[in-house]
T-cell receptor, first 116, second 110 residues
Framework: DSGVTQTPKHLITATGQRVTLRCSPR?????VYWYQQSLDQGLQFLIQ???????AKGNILERFSAQQFPDLHSELNLSSLELGDSALYFC???????????????FGSGTRLTVV | QQQVKQSPQSLIVQKGGISIINCAYE??????FPWYQQFPGKGPALLIA?????SEKKEGRFTISFNKSAKQFSLHIMDSQPGDSATYFC?????????FGAGTRLTVKP
């Protein structure tokens, strides 16, 4: 157990729908990062939050949004879903504010999203 | 733009052999080079990391070799085991950026 908790583990939904993925960072970590991993693809950085504020943005679609709450958990909202959004979505956390993660990220186990 | 190039894309090694995965980076401002190991259905986990002030770091069967002038680094897995079968990602980072390689799928045959 990495200490980063992601729910749900699996999600199946139809095109056009909206879903919310949840992440609780490791205790003491203030930064949360969201990554997308498509089949046989690498890790694509979506967005970072640090202590409730957006810190950095990557290749995140306008249909996607995220936020970090006062208790530091984060949610990634995906709307108007398309078949191509099917992927593994990972949350990672780190102590510091840097997008580079300091001494590396701690990843959660991911949410597998299937859009049908 | 891809700032970390990783090769090979896939690798098959016999049990007991040496697995070697290579990465090259472009941004000389990177100062931390981690390797992540990912098993199917799991998140990437930090395996070993190096900073550019040393040329080699060894942890058990895993060794990172780092060549600062060539902007290259590699992961060596000695005495590879079937349990090492996973996808390996290299990364390069500094305080403001983290870039991952595309990943190498390693299969160790018994």
């Amino acid at each position: 157990d990495s200490g980063v908790t992601q729910t749900p583990k699996h999600l199946i939904t139809a095109t056009g729908q909206r879903v919310t993925l949840r992440c609780s960072p490791r205790s003491g970590d203030l930064s949360v990062y969201w990554y997308q991993q498509s089949l046989d693809q690498g890790l694509q950085f979506l967005i970072q939050y640090y202590n409730g504020e957006e810190r950095a943005k990557g290749n995140i679609l306008e249909r996607f949004s995220a936020q970090q709450f006062p208790d530091l958990h984060s949610e990634l909202n995906l709307s108007s879903l398309e078949l191509g959004d099917s992927a593994l979505y990972f949350c990672a956390s780190s102590v510091g504010s840097g997008t580079g993660g300091g001494d590396g990220y701690t990843f959660g186990s991911g949410t597998r999203l299937t859009v049908v | 733009q891809q700032q970390v190039k990783q090769s090979p894309q896939s690798l098959i090694v016999q049990k007991g052999g040496i697995s070697i995965i290579n990465c090259a980076y472009e941004n000389t401002a990177f100062d931390y080079f981690p390797w992540y190991q990912q098993f199917p259905g799991k998140g990437p986990a930090l395996l070993i990391a190096i900073r550019p002030d040393v040329s080699e770091k060894k942890e058990g069967r895993f060794t990172i070799s780092f060549n600062k002038s060539a902007k290259q680094f590699s992961l060596h897995i000695m005495d590879s085991q079937p349990g090492d079968s996973a996808t390996y990602f290299c990364a390069a980072s500094n305080n403001n950026d983290m870039r991952f390689g595309a990943g190498t799928r390693l299969t160790v045959k018994p």
